[in-house]
T-cell receptor
């Protein structure tokens, strides 16, 4: 079974509007972290935002926020006030085994990605 | 600039040739990783090194070997390249001081013909 699922291969949004990119995850580990990365056409991986499974508040970083719904195992990325420069591939990723004695060794599992296109 | 350096950035190989992808980090990170990125499949872990002197298989290790030469360097070797290994390869490193302290290299685009 897929551990990270991004069901939107492509998304379109008008400049200055908000957009939500979906991510669902599957884990039985109580201690995990969820990440979003941006990959522009130049290819580098840019870290956007992180949510720990025990964090009480949803993570926010500037125009990025993570809508964390633990019971539904979803970690959607919300980009407010989209800009042309937001056009890129976006990856959701998970790291399991954050707790004491965890043996994930920091391995990240990635989703398939969502290509976001921002229209002027 | 501190970060993860990958060489080469681009490479074309013929089927059956061998090559080594180099990765070096100067952030004193303990853990290092090799991923491959294929269209529609995201990034998949090939091998990782939790600390200097240790390496272990990830999700897709077949056809690859790795060496953690020292704390800084983690290389990925293709002994006999196959067209199925055409991909973009990313090296990453991680600090233990932060749950989200990962740094990725800029990638190596490998084509096997």
């Amino acid at each position: 079974a897929q551990k990270i699922t991004q069901t939107q291969p492509g998304m379109f949004v008008q400049e200055k509007e908000a957009v939500t990119l979906d991510c669902t995850y599957d884990t039985s580990d109580p201690s995990y972290g969820l990440f979003w990365y941006k990959q522009p056409s130049s290819g580098e991986m840019i870290f956007l935002i992180y949510q720990g499974s025990y964090d009480q508040q949803n993570a926010t970083e500037g125009r990025y926020s993570l809508n964390f719904q633990k019971a539904r195992k979803s970690a959607n990325l919300v980009i407010s006030a989209s800009q042309l420069g937001d056009s890129a591939m976006y990856f959701c990723a998970m790291r399991e085994g954050l707790g004491a004695g965890g043996t994930s060794y920091g391995k990240l599992t990635f989703g398939q990605g969502t290509i976001l296109t921002v229209h002027p | 600039n501190a970060g993860v350096t990958q060489t080469p950035k681009f490479q074309v190989l013929k089927t059956g040739q061998s090559m080594t992808l180099q990765c070096a980090q100067d952030m004193n990170h303990n853990s290092m990783y090799w991923y491959r990125q294929d269209p529609g499949m995201g990034l998949r872990l090939i091998y990782y090194s939790a600390s200097e002197g240790t390496t272990d298989k990830g999700e897709v290790p077949n056809g690859y070997n790795v060496s953690r030469l020292n704390k800084r360097e983690f290389s990925l070797r293709l002994e006999s390249a196959a067209p199925s290994q055409t991909s973009v390869y990313f090296c990453a490193s991680r600090t233990r001081d932060s749950e989200y302290g990962y740094t990725f290299g800029s990638g190596t685009r490998l084509t096997v013909v």
